[in-house]
């Protein structure tokens, strides 16, 4: 609070100190002064109010200056620029360009050099690139196009866009370049993935003998990071050294070194650096988090983490990314939980990781309860990275119709290849190829170049849906029409594809013309297909060649056994039984989550902890019950493994999924459909009964397993028995 006795009266006394407020209570209490004063005429004076609660940097600020701009009739292009430059830092940065377009509108007066780097950042802020293509042509219109600051912000503009190659044309058509021109040159190259071409960039600069400064050094830093290169990481770090002798006092560019060892997988590096630091930032803190969980060390990034006296937003998503992406979804979650309780607000990296973490558990009630609460504020079809994720949250989740809903509201040409990709993935895991080609078409025509993911994702669509004719024209498209070599990936989606269909010879042929030699991918798709067909001859020696590549995975073993028992080859099953036990191999474990009330509830074969445990038992006996009464005789043939003969429909009726879908029955209403996610393939057994439950009690089911989604309906699954 300023004593009113300080003040001082006469015009000049009073601007200068409200140049010197720091917050809006104290710059109201000027205003106040200046009004009792009698200056609110004084355009001067009036103009520095407007500046200074316009520059304050609070939204109280602004509507106060912007109040006191639409009491003036004329104001001049130093009041408009002001505005324009308060909403340019804003959370509103498009009110910058309605000012900036009404400014014109008026034609009262013309705008300056000054004008344009305020309006460009703006437009560098929002979600679309129209609104500075239309600037970038009144820059050129009014004459200031060879402005140093105003190409610097359109290089930045086009940088923020990945448009780099009009950002380069701007550079280059430069007379002058500095720093700036430079930095935001290379910066730019980063972010686009065009690693050595900044590194080129600034091989150019110091050609130009214009030295780098920190912001230089960070860009390039990145650029390393992008690289993956270590050796040119080590002589970037020299250079850190060469040209900043007060290094310790940056914390930001210690903070970039240690990202781009962590980034190359270089802890050790990382790690010395970050220890030598005498004042150890939030910043450098949450790369050593990120960098230890990159490498899988998740252990030891929640060590660290757990020691931080300070945590921002960056470093509780790093470390809710660091377990998302190891697959340790729910203590992403429940970190998630703890960083609401703290009340850090969640930006959109961190949103994106807790939709991965939703779909790796299809925990699809906790992803619409945070849609709901934080993304829906936000412009949702205009933020591509994070309608991305949540259409793979969708479709993971088993709604692949609010999948496809999200997809068709975002506008055409902000459709990006990893948005296609993600929806024609969530496609093929649901069965649905034909729309999955539909959506692949559409990509052709848009613009988005199919990559090698595309691919995968568009092949194993008509895998799973037996489009065999167009699976074969679209793998010869690969190469021929896109220049795009197969990978193991697409020669798997091949082989799956024609064996499903029983074109065993073909797919044989496939596997042994390859480039490469097949993996144990490929020779599961192949015993797969053979389980279904019951060609044994042919899965004796895929499953021989999965057992040579992957001798202690205790599933392979499962999946050889149950194809040899469904032919009856009941001395074979029993070669491969006693081969797991003399290896000391276990069969591993099948559990099932299903999501109620926003916990997960999870369930292993036979279990009886749950709370709900009665409940369930007597549940499991009606569908018995029913299940008998409707004809139903149980498939006991893949329990080889598990117990005894006489055991073996009692072990069937309790198989996790089955516990999942009694515990559904009994607290799902019967609008609701029940969800179930399995870590294994679902048996014959299971997928027979879950038909003849659908329609006996009228529920919809949804189970997703290892390999793609059920939805029963009525009696029937949506993959037709074709899995």
Not at 175 to 199: E, F
Request: contains cysteine.
């Amino acid at each position: 609070m300023y004593p009113m006795k300080r003040f001082l009266k006469g015009n000049s006394s009073l601007v200068t100190l409200l140049q010197s407020c720091k917050s809006f209570n104290q710059a109201l209490q000027v205003h106040a002064q200046i009004v009792l004063n009698g200056l609110c005429d004084d355009i001067f004076t009036l103009s520095r109010l407007i500046s200074s609660f316009a520059l304050l940097g609070s939204e109280d600020g602004l509507i106060h200056s912007r109040n006191l701009f639409s009491q003036i009739d004329n104001p001049n292009v130093f009041i408009w620029n002001t505005m324009m430059r308060g909403y340019s830092r804003s959370n509103s940065p498009h009110q910058a360009l309605l000012l900036y377009m009404s400014m014109l509108s008026r034609g009262i007066e013309s705008p300056n050099n000054f004008t344009y780097p305020f309006v460009l950042n703006s437009c560098a802020r929002l979600s679309s690139l129209k609104p500075g293509y239309q600037v970038h042509c009144h820059v050129i219109q009014f004459g200031f196009q060879f402005d140093l600051y105003i190409r610097n912000a359109l290089i930045h503009l086009y940088s923020v866009f990945g448009h780099i190659n009009d950002a380069r044309k701007v550079f280059e058509r430069s007379l002058v370049r500095d720093i700036v021109s430079y930095n935001t040159m290379i910066n730019g190259y980063t972010q686009v993935k065009q690693p050595c071409a900044a590194l080129w960039l600034f091989r150019e600069m110091q050609d130009s003998d214009i030295r780098p400064d920190g912001f230089t050094l960070v860009a390039l830093l990145s650029a390393c990071s992008v690289l993956n290169d270590p050796r040119i990481g080590k002589r970037i770090h020299a250079l850190v050294y060469k040209y900043l002798v007060y290094i310790d006092s940056n914390m930001l560019l210690n903070a970039a070194v240690i990202d781009m060892y962590a980034k190359c997988g270089l802890m050790n590096m990382a790690e010395r650096v970050f220890s030598t630091m005498r004042t150890k930032n939030t910043a450098a803190w949450s790369c050593m988090v990120s960098g230890y969980t990159r490498v899988g060390e998740v252990e030891t990034a929640r060590r660290l983490f757990d020691q931080m006296e300070q945590r921002d937003v960056v470093s509780w998503t790093a470390m809710i990314s660091g377990y998302s992406q190891a697959g340790q979804f729910s203590e992403a979650l429940e970190l998630f939980g703890q960083m609401e309780y703290m009340s850090i607000q969640p930006d959109e990296v961190t949103l994106v990781a807790v939709f991965s973490a939703c779909a790796g558990l299809g925990a699809f009630d906790f992803g619409k309860r945070v849609l709901r609460k934080y993304v829906e504020i936000m412009i949702l079809d205009r933020n591509v990275f994070l309608t991305t994720a949540l259409i793979d949250m969708y479709a993971k989740c088993g709604s692949i119709e609010s999948a496809l809903d999200v997809f068709n509201r975002i506008p055409n040409d902000l459709k990006t290849a990893s948005l296609f990709n993600s929806t024609i993935s969530g496609l093929a895991q649901h069965g649905l190829g034909k729309t999955a080609i539909a959506i692949f078409r559409e990509m052709e025509l848009m613009g988005p170049r199919p990559d090698g993911v595309t691919f995968v994702g568009i092949l194993c669509a008509c895998s799973h849906s037996g489009l065999v004719d167009e699976g074969e024209e679209l793998f010869e498209s690969m190469l021929n029409v896109y220049g795009i070599k197969p990978e193991m990936e697409h020669y798997g989606c091949m082989v799956d594809l024609l064996a499903r269909d029983g074109r065993f010879d073909e797919a044989y042929d496939l596997i042994q013309s390859m480039p490469h030699e097949a993996n144990s991918v490929i020779w599961r798709a192949l015993l797969g297909a053979c389980r279904i067909h019951g060609n044994a001859e042919m899965g004796e020696i895929a499953g021989q060649k999965l057992l040579e590549l992957e001798p202690d995975h205790g599933a392979r073993y499962v999946l050889l056994s149950n194809m040899l028992a469904n032919t009856n080859q009941w001395e074979g099953a029993g070669r491969v039984r006693k081969l797991m036990e003399d290896r000391g191999i276990q069969k591993p474990p099948g559990w099932s989550y299903i999501e109620f009330n926003g916990t997960l509830h999870r369930f292993l074969a036979s279990e009886k902890s749950h709370p709900q445990a009665k409940q369930i038992e007597l549940m499991l006996k009606d569908m018995i019950m029913k299940l008998k009464c409707g004809g139903y005789v149980t498939n006991t043939s893949q329990v080889v493994f598990d117990v005894d003969e006489e055991e073996k429909e009692t072990v069937v009726a309790r198989h996790s999924e089955k516990l999942a879908l009694a515990f559904g029955l009994i607290n799902f209403s019967p609008e609701e459909t029940i969800r179930i996610i399995k870590n294994l393939r679902i048996c014959g057994d299971c997928h027979s009964s879950f038909k003849l439950v659908s329609k006996i009690y009228g529920r919809e089911i949804m189970v997703r397993d290892s390999i793609r989604f059920h939805h029963f309906r009525n009696g029937t699954c949506s993959c037709m028995d074709f899995w």
